[in-house]
């Protein structure tokens, strides 16, 4: 069964949540831009994430405006006006009044009337919160406004007197996850998981990494997936030293591995996945024992994952694995502490072991609390784990190090499982993807 969509009631008690955080400020979060593809085609809207978090409305050309103080209305949409003729070529809009019955608005206007409204809604709060985002035109509107009001402030004594991100109150909401949320996280996670499973029953030599692909979104749609929740990559032999890799035309030959990231939204939450396997079922020795290694790094690094722990710990028990394996096999020669420090393994591991997931791939809130400091790990984050090693064809040694013999070039591997903190350690939402060698091979 589906789960069910976000209720009207988190979405109020989230602004409830973040207007306590904003005191006497008011906050202006706007929809996402529509896109053009080419001439007069939009790609499909993808609605921002802030806004979409805090109101759970799914249409551009919008701005919501949460104003704790307001004695009548706390939070205000601006939206598109119901237009019947525009409505039958984009489709359906809630409308004004729509709005304020379905989404919990106080009030709602017509987005073209914020120049004359908005200014109500800002002028007794003692700072405006907003990103200064990529829209420079809607920038302008809200600095112009500001700036009226600072102007007025000599006669009025109130008036916002700073302009401020509000990132670092919205986003350590977003940070931890519902039990909402996390139904559709594992949903995400559940049909990417099912997409990475028929992949590899479908690949074999002669295909073209497009043709996977194919296989991998077909089930992300087929299942009710929204489609990928990033550009697709199915990188076979050495493609898969290349971080981004997202052509996806190459013929698969016997002896390959083939590594697949990909992962589907479902009601904009993501999947994130990668794998890695041979792709004529046996792996060649140099690619099982660089394939091993990977493999222990991210079982180790997933062990790290527990509540209390810094947010860097599980990158640096990866870090650490993948030094000493590489040293045992020759490949980096020295002390491991020196090329820890001196980052001389990156030439072969150059990112880093993951990253916080949800609505954003790369979901939103900060790493560190201060220049010093990991953000420390709590139930209801949900980050990737994700290692790898990559032997480009060309890679280069760090200074001092051992030039890399033919044999290991053009390995890469990833492996990525999504994992959500819980009160006692962390639970793999992707576990249903094989990942040991023998399920590799047994093929
Ligand atoms: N596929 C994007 C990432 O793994 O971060
Ligand atoms: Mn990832
Ligand atoms: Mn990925």
Same mark, same amino acid.
């Given at each position: 069964m589906s789960p069910a969509p976000i209720a009207p009631a988190e979405y109020r008690q989230r602004r409830e949540t973040l207007m306590a955080r904003l005191g006497q400020g008011s906050a202006i979060f706007q929809s996402a831009p529509t896109a053009v593809m080419h001439n007069d085609v939009e790609y499909v809207f993808r609605q921002d994430s802030d806004f979409y978090y805090l109101t759970g409305f799914n249409e551009p050309e919008a701005v919501a405006v949460l104003a704790p103080w307001h004695e009548e209305h706390r939070f205000i949409l601006f939206v598109q006006p119901k237009d019947l003729e525009k409505e039958t070529w984009t489709g359906f809009r809630y409308g004004v009044e729509g709005v304020t019955e379905h989404f919990g608005a106080d009030i709602a206007y017509s987005i073209t009337e914020l120049e004359e409204k908005l200014p109500q809604y800002l002028a007794k709060a003692d700072r405006i919160y907003y990103h200064l985002g990529r829209d420079h035109h809607f920038n302008d509107t809200v600095i112009r406004h500001w700036q009226k009001l600072m102007a007025a402030y000599p006669r009025q004594g109130t008036g916002p007197r700073a302009l401020e991100n509000p990132h670092h109150l919205l986003h350590p909401l977003r940070q931890v996850k519902s039990a909402a949320e996390l139904s559709l996280v594992r949903e995400a996670c559940r049909i990417s998981s099912e997409a990475h499973n028929r992949a590899r029953s479908f690949a074999r030599p002669g295909l073209y990494e497009y043709q996977i692909q194919a296989e991998i979104e077909h089930t992300f749609r087929l299942q009710g997936g929204m489609g990928p929740a990033y550009p697709s990559i199915v990188a076979a032999g050495s493609n898969?030293?290349?971080?981004?890799? &997202? #052509? #996806?035309n190459t013929q698969l030959q016997a002896g390959d591995l083939l590594l697949i990231d990909a992962g589907c939204a479902y009601d904009y939450y993501n999947g994130d996945i990668t794998r890695a396997f041979p792709v004529g079922g046996r792996f060649t020795p140099e690619q099982k024992i660089i394939y091993e290694l990977a493999l222990e790094a991210q079982k180790q690094a997933i062990a790290e994952v527990k509540p209390g722990n810094p947010y860097n710990q599980f990158h640096d028990r990866a870090v650490r694995v993948i030094v000493e394996g590489l040293l045992d096999l020759g490949l980096l020669a020295g002390d491991p502490e020196e090329i820890i420090k001196e980052e001389k393994y990156k030439p072969f591991y150059m990112h880093r072991t993951g990253h916080w997931l949800g609505l954003? &791939?790369?979901?939103?809130?900060?790493?560190? &609390?201060?220049?010093?400091t990991w953000q420390t790990l709590q139930p209801g984050n949900v980050l990737t784990v994700e290692p790898g090693i990559y032997i480009s064809p060309d890679i280069k040694p760090a200074e001092g190090q051992p030039e890399v013999p033919t044999q290991w070039r053009g390995v890469g591997v990833r492996i990525e499982d999504d994992v959500l903190v819980t009160e006692t350690g962390n639970e &793999?939402?992707?576990?249903?993807?094989p990942k040991e060698v023998a399920d590799l091979e047994s093929l």
């Open positions: 898969a030293c290349v971080l981004h890799y &997202v #052509n #996806n954003d &791939v790369h979901d939103a809130g900060a790493y560190k &609390v201060d220049e010093e &793999v939402l992707t576990a249903g993807v």
